[in-house]
């Protein structure tokens, strides 16, 4: 037995199911188009603006008072979920043990479109939120959690379609990304509400236009503040010319160790070929950059602590293992001292000498006593060919890097290919080259606006904060596929939000040159060897989003959780609900 339903004015005034030309004839469509509309404003379409037409249907179920069918939220759940494994179907083509993966990760991302759906729902129906409220900040609050929870997942969100309009994104550093997200699904809510005015008389026109005139204020002011805040940073600093080296060196995962050393060997000679010819071409360079893992080349760096014990499955003497120990650690050092010699001497034709530095992803593996440490590094090697300063990747990709309690359970990882489980590091860093301050991300620690933003903070109360960011990242993992494209719209975003230039050094793509304003100076295909010089000139530019991060996010979504324990207690406290129909605790 159905609740009989309490209809205020204000919630009638938010739902209307007989216009929008009848298209909300059923869940299924209306979500399919919705889908298929948002997908097509990603790569490899990307028809941005599609992204501000997307967020209208799905804004339509929400106006819709009952939504059509048996069982619609699950309607919604399959069609989000088959929508992400389509845009991040590149997770399984490196393994076909991925594929696994990216049904879970879909099908737990297609959770959130159906509490975007029934939180907004509830908001209008239960508390009486405008619709034009309710909305955006429902959507930037589940965009919030999907970027914190399960270690975070921070790629294509809403505002992210927009990557290439760089006069649109330029709010994102009052709130980060999340702004330009709020921003178009107002949008839509307000087009929404638009077309379906609960009073058609003369008297009432105002309800239909004042959604347009709010819409228009709102896009104005984005455009307007993006016109503002669009030129560069007009400080005198001095230049460094960056060299930005690509390879195309897809993943494949062999249990052969000696393939897999092969393939790593393989990768270090085209990166130092590359290279060879980067600083042949333009013997100014202050920096090269290689991507993530790429210099290991089979022989990664080693580090010990004065005592340490051998394996247990070995017949080392502590003696002999701590020799073995020292004698691949001055393998590496002479490799990176060849390096630096090799790679100024080709940058200096005439005989004078120059000092060019590199920075370069490795693994590092550091025994201490009893066990070994294995990081994700980026080292800044001299021209002396000495280590001056290390990085090591602080956050780690869930089943790509880590198992979770698979320190106290190793036998999990012998159920994945990526061997061991890397170490955390625990500091970000910042380093100094030609005068000019930068500080270094590995792979996708710039998909998380939240996680460089405290990189951020924490290297400017030590008064070490830089001018340009540097991400390296080893993309052969996905073929090729538009995930190169989605962790570039993040690398955009960081650099508007933070206001500093980011530099991005891609194996297998996108390499790029992207300035303070987010705009593309200059990038590579995917696939396509060879390499990005830019002459990056550091920023002291301030934002909002410096200062106060993901602020206004957080408030949405404490209004989502609010909202879910309040959904909660109807469910357990009341009786009479259907519980196979989440709406009816909207109501």
């Known amino acids: 037995m159905k609740r009989s339903r309490k209809s205020t004015g204000a919630n009638k005034a938010q739902r209307q199911p007989r216009d929008f030309r009848s298209a909300s004839s059923s869940t299924w469509v209306l979500a399919m188009i919705a889908s298929l509309l948002w997908w097509a404003a990603f790569p490899p379409l990307n028809l941005s603006l599609l992204g501000w037409v997307a967020p209208v249907i799905w804004v339509r179920l929400i106006q819709v008072e009952h939504l059509p069918g048996r069982r619609p939220y699950w309607t919604i759940w399959v069609i989000s979920a088959l929508f992400w494994g389509l845009l991040l179907e590149g997770v399984g083509r490196a393994y076909w043990a991925n594929y696994i993966g990216l049904a879970l990760l879909g099908s737990y991302l297609g959770v959130y479109q159906v509490l975007f759906v029934w939180l907004t729902r509830r908001a209008i129906e239960r508390w009486g939120v405008p619709l034009l409220i309710a909305a955006p900040a429902v959507w930037v609050g589940l965009e919030l959690a999907r970027a914190h929870l399960i270690t975070g997942f921070g790629m294509a969100m809403l505002g992210h379609t927009q990557y290439r309009i760089t006069w649109v994104i330029q709010v994102a550093d009052l709130f980060g990304a999340y702004t330009v997200s709020f921003v178009m699904v107002f949008a839509a809510a307000c087009f929404v509400q638009a077309m379906n005015p609960t009073d058609r008389t003369r008297a009432n026109r105002f309800q239909r236009w004042w959604p347009i005139a709010a819409v228009m204020f ?37 249990t052969d160790i000696k393939a897999a050393t092969q393939q790593s060997v393989d990768a270090f000679t085209q990166y130092w070929r590359l290279t060879l010819d980067a600083c042949e071409q333009h013997p100014d360079l202050g920096l090269i950059v290689w991507p993530e893992s790429v210099f290991t080349g089979g022989l990664p760096e080693m580090l010990r602590q004065d005592s340490v014990i051998p394996p247990p499955d070995t017949d080392y003497t502590p003696e002999e293992f701590a020799e073995l120990i020292e004698q691949r650690s001055r393998a590496f050092h002479d490799k990176t001292r060849a390096a630096a010699a090799t790679f100024n001497d080709a940058a200096n034709p005439g005989g004078i000498r120059r000092d060019t530095y590199l920075l370069a992803g490795t693994d590092t593996i550091r025994f201490v006593e009893d066990r070994n440490q294995i990081y994700n590094s980026a080292l800044l090697i001299a021209p002396s060919g000495e280590v001056v300063s290390r990085y090591y990747k602080m956050h780690r990709v869930l089943l790509g890097e880590y198992v979770p309690f698979g320190d106290t359970f190793p036998a999990l990882y012998g159920l994945l290919p990526i061997g061991r489980g890397l170490t955390p590091g625990d500091t970000p860093v910042s380093f100094t080259v030609q005068g000019v301050r930068m500080s270094p991300s590995i792979c996708f620690e710039s998909t998380l606006p939240h996680f460089l933003r405290r990189q951020f903070a924490r290297l400017q109360r030590q008064g070490t904060a830089p001018g340009v960011l540097v991400n390296l990242t080893n993309d052969g993992w996905f ?87 309040h959904a909660a207690w109807d469910r357990f406290a009341r009786k009479g609900i259907n519980p196979e129909d989440p709406a009816e605790t909207d109501s």
Request: proline share 3%; glycine share 8%.
């Open 479 to 565: 073929w090729g596929s538009g995930i190169l494209d989605l962790q570039l719209a993040c690398a955009v975003f960081r650099a508007v939000e933070l206001r500093r230039p980011m530099l991005v050094a891609a194996n297998t793509g996108i390499t790029a040159w992207i300035d303070s304003t987010g705009e593309i100076r200059e990038e590579l295909p995917r696939r396509k060897e060879g390499f990005v010089v830019a002459d990056v000139r550091p920023s002291q530019q301030t934002s909002l989003y410096q200062r106060v991060g993901d602020l206004f996010a957080w408030i949405c979504l404490c209004g989502c959780i609010v909202l879910a324990f």
């Open 218 to 254: 709102i896009l104005v002011c984005v455009f307007g503040y993006g016109e503002v805040r669009q030129p560069n940073d007009t400080t005198r600093q001095e230049t460094i010319k960056v060299a930005l080296v690509q390879g195309t060196n897809d993943t494949v995962f062999d």
